[in-house]
């Protein structure tokens, strides 16, 4: 499954991002819910959800499927189980089930032991946590993406998409505990990172849905200083004019994200 296309639809799905960072990695909050949701975890979630979708495969993908699985299960070396799960991972992604994408995914990560690999399995649990049609399934895949970009930031706590990665799904589907958590964790990676252009943009985004178009605007400029050929800023900047009334700033920046 190719990374960069994982975490570009990722980033798109929302914009909003990251952790705060002092000394430990996870804070009690953090690893409280972390255990949460490890407990809350069940393998049979994804045999179940297997279980719905086989028989609406056709016959070619269904062999893709069971043969890459029966190869999966005869094999002993752990090498070849881990592209095994990589090839099943990409199959169930292009066959529209990414719950099982994920899952399989989350297999790679737990045996490559990488952060890179944990990237991958939260961005795909992140594509089905969008695509969910029904609240069980976004919750079990949001709870997968959330503990999967928090053990890539584990292993990689200076890695400022990792750190965005988790704050835009906490964002996305905030702790009861803590509902604040994604917004807190971004305000804290551009405090950390004021020339980070994807926190710029989120907190952009993020003012404009709060209805503070200033803000908004204050934000999104800095962000096109700091990149003037991002297209996600251009395109975000005519919506910011627009609200506050500025329609010559909102048709040139409409302008520009047309071309």
């Known amino acids: ?92 992604m292009q066959f529209g089930v990414p719950a099982l994408a994920g899952y399989h995914a989350e297999q790679v990560a737990e045996k490559e032991m990488t952060a890179e690999a944990w990237s991958i399995s939260g961005s795909t649990y992140s594509i089905c946590m969008h695509r969910a049609d029904t609240e069980s399934r976004k919750t079990l895949c949001a709870n997968r993406a959330i503990a999967s970009f928090e053990n890539a930031v584990s292993l990689e706590p200076n890695n400022l998409d990792n750190r965005l990665n988790l704050a835009v799904t906490l964002a996305e589907f905030p702790p009861k505990n803590n509902p604040m958590a994604g917004i807190e964790q971004l ?24 209805g503070e178009y ?35 700033n909102a048709r040139r920046f409409a302008e520009l994200c047309e071309q």
């Open 1 to 92: 499954m190719n990374k960069n296309q994982l975490i570009l639809i990722a980033a798109a799905v929302l914009a909003v991002v990251v952790i705060y960072f002092g000394f430990d990695t996870k804070d009690a909050s953090l690893r409280e819910a972390e255990s949460a949701r490890a407990m809350a975890f069940q393998p049979t979630d994804f045999i179940n959800i297997k279980r719905a979708v086989i028989n609406d495969l056709s016959s070619e993908r269904r062999n893709a499927i069971e043969s890459l699985e029966f190869a999966l299960e005869q094999t002993e070396d752990e090498s070849q189980k881990v592209e095994y799960h990589k090839q099943l991972s990409s199959n169930w």
């Open 187 to 210: 305000l804290e990676l551009n405090r950390q990172n004021p020339e980070y252009v994807p926190a710029l943009y989120n907190l952009g985004r993020l003012n404009i849905q709060v």
């Open 214 to 248: 200033q803000r908004a605007v204050e934000r999104l400029e800095r962000a096109y200083d700091l990149e003037p050929d991002n297209q996600r800023v251009i395109c975000l900047l005519p919506v910011a004019y627009g609200q506050l009334g500025d329609n010559e």
